[in-house]
């Protein structure tokens, strides 16, 4: 199949066999699976290179890395296997896409405007935000969603984290290695987190739990955090925790900003995909978790990855064949069909 040399919609534009948006896990997969399908894919990385993968200080559950390793570590591992098989990547950010043509539109931020013959969407998440008074006015003032970004200047300090899952969980036993002492609101009487790292959790003398209980307000002087309103999930009762920093882990929401009105979503903002990773617009696939709302994890993003750049070289195959493509039908199959079973 061929690439992008040579080839040009209405004399103009060179249209490209596939451009990738987002440029983590899922992103370099469907890159690399491309470009090893001489598909030369171009990955427009965003502002958040590499995903929030890329903020994540040890990774343990990666397969092939027994000894584990950073997140920054691991991406650009990625980045470098892509592209050594012909990933083109562009440090941009895509502001719109028109998926109502054929050649797809893909716009950037930086200006450029390209034709794609398929797109693959890999735009992540982003995290959720308490969304209480105080919250904005510190955020970067020690407020942050971030501990491996933002922990060492918290050294010998006190500070609270909020959530009770595994992210909550993780970011507070990194915490450990500068605070002075680390406290973990959770509104429940018990974690979300994984067993493990519960063990962990528990066993760690500079973490306390604060069940039962969520923010209200942030609360400081002098541009500093000083502390946290609080309020009793099962009594009602009102607190102040002081502390100096406040580290979210609520959860994530997905980067959808490019799709409402053009690719079809759930209550959610995930994009809904089918087993093939197909969105409702023909040529158009989604991987990572901007349409995983369960896994969440590097190694089902890098499987959902690689099964959009496989699909998307099957439907370029498809394409390139003269095969007929009903622009304006939902591609997508939600119903298998299941063999009979016979009786014993």
């Avoid at 950010?93 to 013959?117: C, K, Q």
């Avoid at 995290?127 to 209480?132: A, F, K």
Wanted: some cysteine.
């Amino acid at each position: 199949m061929s690439n992008t040399n040579g080839h040009s919609a209405n004399g103009g534009n060179p249209v490209e066999n596939v451009i990738i948006i987002g440029s983590g896990p899922a992103g370099f997969t469907a890159g690399l699976y491309a470009a090893r399908a001489n598909l030369a894919p171009l990955l427009i990385t965003g502002n958040d290179y590499g995903g929030q993968v890329s903020i994540t200080y040890d990774i343990e559950n990666y397969p092939g890395f027994p000894e584990s390793l950073s997140g920054p570590e691991l991406v650009e591992k990625f980045k470098e296997q892509a592209e050594k098989f012909g990933t083109r990547v562009e440090f941009d950010y895509v502001n719109e896409i028109l998926v109502d043509r054929h050649p797809f539109v893909v716009r950037t931020s930086g200006g450029a405007e390209y034709l794609t013959r398929s797109i693959v969407v890999s735009t992540g998440a982003r995290p959720r935000y308490l969304e209480i008074p105080g919250e904005k006015e510190f955020t970067g003032k020690g407020v942050s969603y971030c501990a491996t970004c933002d922990g060492f200047f918290f050294r010998g300090k006190d500070v609270l984290v909020v959530g009770g899952g595994d992210s909550a969980a993780e970011e507070a036993l990194f915490l450990t290695r500068y605070a002075s002492r680390v406290r973990i609101l959770h509104r429940r009487d018990k974690l979300r987190a994984s067993k493990i790292l519960q063990d962990r959790v528990f066993a760690n003398g500079k973490i306390e739990m604060v069940w039962n209980t969520i923010p209200v307000e942030i609360v400081g002087e002098g541009g500093a955090v000083t502390g946290v309103k609080t309020r009793d999930t099962v009594t009602g009762e009102e607190g102040l925790l002081k502390t100096d920093g406040v580290f979210v882990f609520i959860g994530h929401l997905p980067n959808n900003d490019l799709f409402p009105g053009k690719l079809e979503m759930d209550e959610d903002g995930h994009l809904i995909t089918d087993r093939h990773m197909r969105t409702n617009v023909p040529g158009v696939f989604a991987a990572g978790e901007i349409q995983d709302k369960v896994f969440k994890q590097v190694a089902t993003s890098v499987g959902q990855g690689c099964a959009a750049a496989m699909a998307t070289t099957r439907f370029l195959e498809d394409l390139h064949a003269g095969h007929q493509v009903d622009w304006s039908a939902d591609p997508r199959e939600f119903a298998a069909p299941r063999a009979a079973v016979a009786a014993l």
